[in-house]
């Protein structure tokens, strides 16, 4: 097996990190900066010393050493600066996106694709068009991330183990993402029957914002720990065939009533890519929100640059 990672910045590398340990294949990772993926595999290859690996790493700027890759990764790119959306970065990362994708599309044509920049819902939308791929091989992590944060807060609320919470979080992952209180539950029991109405809503709030609240106290750069786990979770489900139900930025033919676009749905995931997605029921509220943050998706396709 083999998995290549392209951009050794801190969601790539920290992602190689993670699978490296998990010794699922050899890793190639590659970045346009000179000596950076490099530097960054060597001392990955070195730390499995010590942790115990024997992983083999590659760092690399020559997208010939993708060749034979099973699944790749694509966390190239700007991330967020303070004050900057999602959407303030689509013109830098679609140019980014075209030059990895259609490197992708010669060096790893029989390769399964996981876009990681941002903004997301676009940017897969980006890989699909450049590598032209069928859609079930070309998806974008950012549902687990966003579950994992609505979880997280959950959990905290609740004082019990995050592992007991199943958390749903459904749309485009922007600001109009959509918690689903509804199909969250923990250890079985509905959200709703734990919490009071102003809590939850507290806790879906603070889930929408909570890349920007950790962009904000870091000052430079976002989240990344969270990002490489939810990348990780996603190869795994892929290379143990293991068809779990991940949330994942999937391209739509007909499911929420959206055509031609990506969002985050919840999708089985296996050695196919995404082999199924679930529609679950929503309530008229949830219905108009999803239609609102797919039109600004689409708002955002049509004025793509490809
Ligand atoms: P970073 O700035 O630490 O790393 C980005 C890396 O991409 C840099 O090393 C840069 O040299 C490299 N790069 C730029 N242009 C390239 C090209 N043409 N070819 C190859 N490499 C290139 O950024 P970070 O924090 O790793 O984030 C990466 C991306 O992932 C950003 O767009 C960010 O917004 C996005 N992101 C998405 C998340 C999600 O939920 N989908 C979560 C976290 C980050």
Do not use: W
Request: charged share 20%.
């Amino acid at each position: 097996t083999k998995i290549s990672v392209i951009g050794a910045g801190n969601v790539g590398a920290t992602t190689v990190q993670r699978l490296a340990e998990m010794e699922f294949g050899s890793i190639v990772l590659v970045d346009i900066v000179e000596g950076l993926p490099q530097g960054k595999a060597l001392d990955l290859m070195q730390a499995g010393a010590i942790v115990g690996y024997d992983t083999k790493i590659k760092g690399s700027n020559d997208y010939a050493d993708i060749v034979g890759s099973n699944i790749v990764i694509i966390t190239a790119g700007a991330a967020r600066k303070p004050g900057m959306s999602r959407a303030d970065l689509i013109n830098i990362n679609t140019k980014i996106m075209k030059d990895v994708c259609e490197n992708i599309k010669e060096y790893a044509p029989n390769s399964i694709v996981i876009a990681v920049t941002n903004p997301l819902d676009v940017m897969t939308y980006v890989a699909l068009e450049v590598t032209g791929f069928e859609p079930n091989r070309v998806f974008g992590m950012s549902g687990i991330l966003d579950t994992g944060r609505f979880a997280s807060f959950i959990a905290d609320e609740l004082a019990c183990s995050k592992r007991d919470v199943e958390a749903m979080v459904i749309g485009g992952h922007g600001d109009q993402m959509l918690p689903l209180p509804q199909h969250s539950s923990v250890f079985g029991t509905p959200l709703p029957e734990l919490l009071g109405e102003n809590v939850i809503a507290g806790l879906v709030e603070r889930t929408i914002h909570g890349g920007a609240e950790i962009v904000a106290l870091l000052k430079q750069g976002s989240a990344f720990y969270a990002p490489s786990a939810a990348i990780v979770q996603m190869v795994e489900s892929i290379l143990r065939d293991e068809k779990r139900i991940l949330p994942v930025s999937a391209y739509l033919e007909g499911e929420y009533g959206q055509k031609g676009i990506y969002f985050g749905v919840p999708a089985k995931i296996g050695c196919d890519g995404i082999e199924g997605i679930i529609e679950l029921e929503l309530t008229e509220e949830q219905k108009q929100a999803l239609k609102e943050s797919s039109a600004s998706i689409k708002g955002s396709i049509e004025y793509l640059n490809i």
